[in-house]
């Protein structure tokens, strides 16, 4: 079985769950909870995606465009928290879980999908407990609405696609895109990146 072949499988196992993001987010709170009870981990250390990435500061709706890699876009979520920013902070998450789902589809392999969750998971380990509570509940209503779910839908598809290469993904991860080119067309990653994110409408018309 050739790489593309494994890789595809491995996005058919990671992301066909219908899961809402809510629901994640709720689930990424509670490993938190648990990982500060616990000792620390024994052996290497997870990968730490964020290590090194300055926040852009809390961005607005309008400063954002898809040249901002998921990165900086869940360090700019995480100013927005601890601003007590919770709807902009709300369509940073869904706009850097979509970015991260794309680029883990367009790189292939576990090692990219678990990427998508672990930023997550780093992001709201840089905000206090109480912010983590009061984000998640301003996050749930909004999400949880699909009129106000819808409007962030088309904002993200307004933004476009992410333009910018997956370099924060390390090089053995990029280099297997390198060798075997992406599993499917960018068009079709867009779309599965919405759907599977956010279970957004793909034909929602954008409204400027």
């Given at each position: ?62 400063s ?26 709300t ?66 598809e ?7 290469s ?15 080119g ?26 400027p």
């Amino acid at each position: 079985m050739n790489a593309g072949m494994v890789a595809a499988g491995s996005h058919r196992r990671i992301f066909s769950a219908d899961v809402r993001p809510v629901l994640i987010m709720a689930l990424v709170i509670l490993a938190i909870g648990c990982t500060n009870k616990s000792s620390p981990a024994q052996g290497a250390p997870a990968t730490d995606y964020l290590q090194g990435i300055s926040s852009p500061g809390c961005l607005t709706a309008e400063s954002i465009d898809n040249s901002i890699p998921a990165p900086q876009l869940y360090m700019s979520m995480v100013s927005c928290i601890n601003e007590e920013k919770y709807e902009q902070a709300t369509l940073l998450y869904s706009l850097a879980g979509t970015y991260s789902w794309f680029d883990a589809l367009r790189v292939g392999g576990d090692e990219a999908a678990k990427a998508h969750s672990r930023l997550l998971f780093e992001a709201l380990q840089k905000v206090d407990r109480h912010r983590q509570q009061a984000f998640w509940s301003k996050a749930n209503a909004q999400l949880r609405n699909s009129q106000r779910r819808n409007l962030v839908c088309r904002q993200i598809e307004a933004k476009g696609m992410p333009s910018y290469s997956p370099d924060y993904l390390n090089a053995s991860v990029t280099s297997q895109l390198e060798a075997d080119g992406p599993l499917m067309d960018k068009a079709t990653m867009w779309h599965k990146a919405r759907q599977g994110y956010l279970h957004c409408k793909t034909d929602v018309l954008v409204i400027p």
